[in-house]
């Protein structure tokens, strides 16, 4: 790998960045699979599952071959292969940590799912093994690669919705299934919060560019529904940044969908509606000027999100949402769980100045 996409065309083969992916669920199947189908500078090399049968169907539609599918037992053994240079971890979030050790351990970068981890601990731990191991380490945070979360920081860093006085995000679905991963506490870490909330938590932190140092939380699970035995329903919470903005978050796993923010300034607003769905992100600003939805272009988030990997990796960067961003989410959701126990608002190290712990922007454009 010799080429960098200096610019935003598809490089050959050879030159691109390859990746296993490791568990093959909803997520990888329906957006991971089709994003790299577009990338520019990333191909797929090799998969990781314990479904042998449904790994080489996929592989078969993938131009791999046998050879290039892998179970967790022998996931060690990508070491022998040039040709993946990171692995993409998919699984349910307690997994994330032992894979990511077992990767930096093989000399692999690691492109990482949200959460990054189930504790902030686990998720430093991850940071250090990358670190250790001389190898990038990313959360996938995909939609701070989308233009229209972009277009909406860029008006509240310009001022044009004067002085930024507070965000409402809302984050809400509904999770049916009582055997799913999702509301097991060993698998999960934690409920709606972890899930979906931390879109609310991370784009409020992405819009404001801040962190919070102090969060105020209430949670919620219906008496006596099955689903909400070993994990939250709901949480709402507050969390205040330094320049004085406030942020009122919502998430909730028995609502119908729902997903939006807005954010209020002295002189506008702005809103996302919806802000965390896969596609069709609509961003409306409301200004003296009058009111507008801005027309933007349509993009594969995960494409964009898995493009500016590569692109660290090809050119030696920082990612834009690194480990230690995970690392932060992670400490903030367990101030928000001690929050809710405790009754009171929680205290954290309270941090001034702008994107303490992202690395290079995106491409845009
Ligand atoms: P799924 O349950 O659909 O898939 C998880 C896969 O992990 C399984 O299909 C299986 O793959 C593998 N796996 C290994 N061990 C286990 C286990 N003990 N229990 C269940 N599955 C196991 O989950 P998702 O794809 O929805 O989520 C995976 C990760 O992606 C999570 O961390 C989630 O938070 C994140 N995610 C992120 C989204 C985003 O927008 N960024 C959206 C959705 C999810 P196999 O059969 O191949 O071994």
Redesign the pocket.
């Known amino acids: 790998m010799n080429r960098s996409p200096l610019e935003n065309k598809p490089l050959p083969p050879e030159d691109r960045v390859g990746y296993a992916l490791v ?6 199947l329906n ?1 991971l699979v089709p994003a790299f189908r577009l990338s520019n500078c990333s191909k797929l090399t090799a998969l ?4 042998r049968e ?2 080489l169907e996929i592989a078969r539609g993938l131009g791999l071959e046998e050879k290039d599918v892998y179970d ?1 037992a022998d996931y060690d053994r990508l070491a022998e292969r040039p040709d993946v240079n990171a692995v993409y971890i ?4 307690a ?2 940590r032992e894979y990511t050790e077992r990767a930096a351990r093989i000399g692999k970068h690691v492109l990482c ?3 990054l981890a189930t504790s902030p601990e686990d998720a430093e731990t991850m940071v250090r093994a990358c670190a250790e191991a001389n190898r990038l380490l990313m959360t ?3 939609m701070q690669y989308t233009p229209q979360l972009w277009a909406a920081r860029d008006l509240i860093e310009k001022g044009d919705l004067g002085r930024l006085k507070f965000i409402e995000a809302v984050d809400g679905q509904t999770e049916d299934d009582p055997g ?2 999702r509301l097991k506490r060993d ?1 999960a870490g934690g409920g709606a919060l972890p ?1 979906i909330g931390l879109y609310c938590l991370n784009t409020a932190r992405f819009l404001t560019g801040e962190e919070p140092y102090e969060v105020f939380a209430y949670q919620y699970s219906t008496p006596g529904d099955e689903r909400f035995k070993e994990v939250e329903e709901a949480v709402y919470w507050t969390m205040r940044f330094p320049s004085g903005a406030v942020a009122h978050c919502t998430c909730s796993y028995d609502v119908a969908e729902a997903k939006y923010l807005r954010a209020h300034g002295q002189k506008g607003w702005l809103s996302l509606d919806p802000a965390f769905s ?1 596609e069709g992100l609509r961003l409306e600003v409301v200004t003296e000027e009058g009111r507008e939805v801005r027309q933007m272009r349509e993009e594969d988030q995960f494409r964009l999100e898995i493009d500016h990997f590569s692109e660290c990796i090809l050119g030696g960067k920082r990612p834009f949402t690194p480990g230690e961003e995970g690392v932060q989410d992670q400490r903030l959701m367990a101030a928000i769980y001690q929050s809710a126990a405790e009754g009171k608002p929680v205290r954290v190290e309270r941090l001034e100045g702008k994107d303490l712990f992202r690395g290079a922007p995106p491409r845009r454009g």
């Open positions: 568990g093959l669920g909803k997520l990888t957006e990781v599952s314990d479904d449904k790994a967790y998919v699984l349910p979030n997994l994330h799912e949200k959460p996938a945070y995909r799913a991963w698998l899930d896969y």
